[in-house]
């Protein structure tokens, strides 16, 4: 990933878990750009697809379920954009 890309979505989320918008200065983990539909179910590498993901987020989430409940959290993200 580029980093005008990463930089993007840094400033999208405006530093927050784009899931559940803790923000990173209250997180000592550093948040992660996550693939909401994971690179392994041909999800794209595009501001469209990736979210800024906390550590439990991301962990939680995994790359199997983007591929089955990757509407459910595309919901969730849009409704908190
Ligand atoms: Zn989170």
Redesign the pocket.
Known sequence: MDAALSRHVWQRARRC?E????PQHYDDTPFEIDHILAKKHDGATAAGNLAL??F???SFKGSDIAGQGSQSYRSMLADKI
């Open positions: 878990c899931y559940c918008r803790m993901s906390c439990y987020c991301n």
